[in-house]
């Protein structure tokens, strides 16, 4: 009788489950189709193409930054950003960007110039220059710009140690490039002048004939001949070794480093390659290329940027990840979880905690500080990395419905609202065996904190900041945690935070309409329902510099970095020196979803706006008292979680469908009650 019983419960909520995939459901009007037309191309999800193709999208390479200029006229910059080298958010009208060694300049359609960054030697001083045709900057600490006047002539500010800024007496000039310490000039009749510093005779320039471009690295100084060649003169190592490049279309100098682009769109490098700089072989359709101190940018054909060089441990270096569902963000290294449920992982690898390759039916990762975490689609979990303290000890975990990882520790929410924990224990971060009615987790460094089904929260573990003190919250619908800190969402879209404060990382009392949240080691960042991304904390790196990030579904936050996945299952990112190697130009088909995941991807949840919501509660009851019971139940419950991400995603894209949905679900919700 028992077994009828629950046969019965379970073919009924299968009937209404599927009841829910209706037809009006189905894109239907509202798709959209998306297409991409050789003028038009996108950074960050934002259009770049004009009605009057007035702005022609590029990239300038700075000491440790990188800008990008929009087609709208807008700018875009990443990496170090300790003198506000990257506050360039607010620019408009911008048709040309030059980036020095710790500041960035723009020109401006009516030929005025902004600057944003240090004021060392008064670089920055261009404010009343007036009718300005090209602007360039010298990258040494010691920096100076010089502005070329649509007469011809030149105007320089900044350091003039070496005479470097000696060019008022220059006219007939159609280009101009700084190096270190040296400025080069190119004159109509294609001949060269140049003035500064000559210590390795990087201004021996006089003979040049036929030349189209000319380009000044810290040393060094290029020629591009119209016949596709290049010349250069300067500190005679490798960097100068162009003498056997043909068909270059435009060049580019780095400090120690050169780069050409060729007719076909492929890209050659010479010089200091230390740091990965010159690792451009495998570059196709490059339009525009820029060289920084130690790393290399580049515009392709179809509008996506490509970036190689000095990133650190790379954890940043997400430019050929696509149709990925969830980023995760560790210490120094990042995963992805792949729509077809593999996962890529990039970054610092000592402990192989990147070596994920063999990994399959993963439906969500977490990383730790020196190990990651996997969860399959079967329930059963997956670790790598370092397991000294026995934190990757997972193997016999089942029925595990979301992991994620600590400094040393995991922990597991397992399908009953329990809680599994393994690993270093040195606070107690361990001691979660008594949780019930867990919906999330989330670990810091040394702490747990659960969320429970009633919207409070628990806490165990190192709480010498404060950051366990979540005993009095209420109303709590997602939970995060970093280090030292601990975060919560709350349903009106607000957000508390408690813990380590020392960089401003939990000023997060003003942020309304949020959807989402991370917290990275000094830093917290959340995802607006507009689908831009706020930041507060430490900056030091540029990992707070999220500011013209659009399109974005899901934030995560690592130890100096920021991960955004955008719609289109596109990667971008944020942080130490952060390239603009992942910015997306194009709009590609969304990724499909591949299991279940944390937030709004349950179709009650997404009906009623919140999992906190009582009939929500009712049917998660009903699910752990009835379904979870019995393999039949689990079975059910299982294809409830295939089908349900991409209605729910739907449903609240579409909010016109709430109701529908509501009044769909209400046998379901008034069946539970009965039975609860």
């Known amino acids: 009788m028992k077994n009828r019983k629950t046969l019965f419960l379970s073919i009924l909520s299968v009937v209404l489950t599927f009841s829910l995939i209706f037809p009006s459901c189905s894109p239907g009007n509202d798709e959209v189709t998306n297409s991409v037309v050789d003028d038009s191309s996108t950074l960050d999800g934002v259009s770049l193409s004009t009605p009057n193709g007035d702005v022609t999208p590029m990239v300038a390479a700075g000491a440790d930054h990188t800008v990008g200029l929009k087609a709208d006229g807008t700018v875009v910059a990443v990496g170090w950003d300790a003198s506000g080298q990257c506050d360039v958010g607010c620019w408009t009208d911008i048709v040309q960007v030059a980036a020095g060694g710790a500041y960035t300049v723009g020109l401006k359609l009516d030929g005025t110039v902004v600057a944003a960054g240090s004021k060392w030697e008064d670089a920055c001083d261009v404010n009343t220059w007036t009718d300005i045709a090209q602007i360039t900057c ?62 390795y005779g990087q201004c021996d320039v ?67 390659n230390y740091l990965g700089q010159c690792n451009v072989d495998e570059w196709t359709g490059i339009t525009q290329v820029a060289a920084g101190t130690e790393h290399t940018v580049a515009i392709k054909f179809d509008g996506t940027v490509v970036a190689t060089g000095n990133h650190y441990f790379g954890q940043c270096k997400v430019y050929n990840w696509t149709d990925i569902i969830q980023v995760a963000a560790g210490y120094e290294h990042t995963l992805g979880l792949g729509g077809d449920c593999s996962v890529v992982a990039v970054g610092q690898d000592l402990y192989n905690q990147c070596d994920v390759s063999d990994w399959t039916n993963i439906t969500q990762v977490a990383e730790g500080w020196r190990h990651i975490v996997g969860l399959r689609f079967d329930g059963t979990v997956i670790a790598r990395g370092d397991g000294s303290d026995g934190q990757c000890d997972v193997e016999g975990w089942t029925n595990i419905t979301e992991v994620i990882a600590g400094e040393a520790h995991t922990a597991g929410l397992k399908y009953d609202g329990t809680v599994l924990a393994t690993g270093r224990n040195n606070y107690g971060q361990c001691d979660v065996s008594d949780w019930t009615n867990i919906v999330q987790i989330a670990a810091g460094g040394s702490y747990t904190v659960g969320l429970k089904s009633d919207g409070t929260a628990v806490a165990v573990g190192d709480n010498h900041f404060g950051q366990c003190d979540v005993n009095s919250w209420t109303n709590i619908v997602q939970i995060t945690t970093h280090y030292l800190h601990t975060v919560g969402l709350m349903s009106d879209g607000t957000v508390i935070a408690v813990g380590d404060n020392r960089h401003g ?98 179709i009650a949840t997404a009906a009623y706006g919140t999992p906190m919501a009582e009939e929500v509660q009712t049917l998660r009851d009903f699910r752990d008292d009835y379904l979870l019971t019995n393999p039949l139940g689990q079975s059910l419950v299982d294809i409830y979680y295939r089908i349900s991400p991409p ?16 009044a769909a679900l209400f046998p379901a919700v008034f069946m539970s009650t009965v039975m609860s």
């Open 505 to 602: 990382q939990c000023n997060v009392d003003s942020w309304t309409n949020i959807t989402q949240v991370a917290a990275g080691w000094d830093h917290t960042v959340a995802l607006e329902s507009s689908h831009s991304v706020v930041a507060v904390g430490r900056n030091y790196y540029g990992h707070c510099n999220v500011g013209n990030w659009v399109d974005i579904t899901q934030v995560a936050a690592g130890w100096h970095h920021t991960v955004g996945l955008k719609s289109n299952g596109m990667v971008v990112a944020a942080g130490s020196e952060a390239e603009l190697d992942n910015w997306n130009l194009i709009l590609s088909t969304p990724p499909s979803q591949c299991g279940p995941s944390i937030g709004m991807c349950f």
């Open 206 to 272: 006089n003979g040049w004939t036929n030349i189209t471009q000319v380009a000044a690295g810290c040393e060094h100084t290029l020629g591009l001949r119209s016949n596709g060649t290049v010349v250069t003169v300067g500190y005679n190592d490798e960097r100068c070794d162009v003498g056997n490049w043909t068909g270059i279309t435009q060049i580019a100098a780095g400090d120690q480093h050169t780069v050409g682009v060729k007719g076909d769109g492929t890209v050659v490098a010479v010089g200091h």
């Open 138 to 199: 010298g990258r040494c600490i010691q920096s100076h710009t010089i502005g070329l006047k649509q007469d011809g002539t030149l105007v320089a500010v900044g350091a003039n140690t070496d005479g470097q800024c000696d060019v008022a007496s220059w006219g007939n000039i159609t280009q101009v490039a700084a190096g270190g310490y040296h400025t080069v000039g190119l004159k109509q009749d294609g001949t060269v002048i140049a003035t500064g510093s000559n210590e």
């Open 647 to 662: 209605i729910a995603e739907f449903i609240t894209e579409h909010p016109s469908l709430k109701p529908i949905v509501r």
